[in-house]
């Protein structure tokens, strides 16, 4: 096997928490959903805490 | 933090320009004006309601403007369908407002206005949603590579139904290739510009779907001729706004520096997508939407004394607002790899043009 090949493999039949949210729709959102909801967590902790 | 003196309140600069940024995306992308996200964000920086309404409606007349050039330049726009629909659009706002002013006589306006925003986009997303995930799985079964087909796929039969109305005059949509009864087209403007007027937003959430589902554009169309729509109702928006001194030009000045290079990707995004990617963001934004407006009309309910509502609303809309943009940068991030032949998850093939 290349090593190009190699690359190919390990980039597609890995079987990780990563690779099981990107192969499926609903584990996409849900792992954007868990990005951006503790982004805004971080805006609110960081900039607006005080001023709401 | 930035002294806004006309506002009279302090706000970081960093989150306008941020808001600018990630609401111009959005709207680039799915042809809306964004102010169900920007307003509530703005009064959680502090603005006053009414400011906050002036500042978006005028940032959103700009960034509209920029987003509408990018979407000619893609070939995005039907012109006979976008001035054919402004004189209903403008109608059906008159009629919005007056019913509204109806509803505030009563001292029910909050309340119902809540109540029908919420079942207004939760049925466009109901209806968005089942149709676009329909249309995606087909697409996965005919094109698993995502490979020969089109930039346009959807499932409704509405369209046909609504072409098939033998009301003179008849017009020819030539961009959008689309052949519809005048009628039909003034009736979805009426229609759309009556709940905008009555929400009082700018109403392309409702005008995107109205134009794919009941006109039969494609989305791509529906996007760029909706941008139109919304310069016109965003000009005049910002016009009156400025005239009753309800705009911060500073504040307007932050976010429309973010929605610039916002609204120029978005739009070019759109270019690397098929119509289902495009319905299926937009349908996200309204289940997002209807959250907080459900949020907001819960709060109201309770008499405002749920803390953690005022909280949760507010992680709702800078979530949602961020939440979109990720999907849509990880689209045109999935286009780009799937273009160089690079692994990509099955799902995604078919909603990015190869």
Redesign the interface.
Known sequence: MMAGEDR?VA??EGKGLGKVL????WG??LL??A???G???V??VI??RG?? | MFDFIIAGVQAPVFLLVFVGFTVGIVGGFIGVGGGYMVTPALIVFGFPGYMASGIDMTHIAGKGLVSTLRHRQLGNIDWTLAMSMVAGTMLGVELGVRVLVYFKKLGVAGVVLLVTSVVVMFSLFLYTQIETRRAHRQMRELVPDGKGVGREFQTSSLPKFFQSIPLSPIVRCRTARVVVSMWVIVLVGVVTGFLAGFLGVGGGFIRVPALVYLVGASTHIAVGTDLVEIVFSGGYGALRHSIEGHVDMMAVVFMISGALFGAQLGSIATAYVRGPAIRYVLSYSLILATLGSVMRLIYVATGQTVEWLSFAAVILTLGEMIFLCLFILSLLWFARQHRRGLWVPDWVKPLVIS
């Not at chain 1, 990107?22 to 729709?25: D, K, Q």
């Open positions: 190919k980039t597609t990107l192969n499926s729709m996409f959102w954007l959903l990005i951006s909801f982004l805004a967590g805006i609110y900039w607006l001023n709401i």
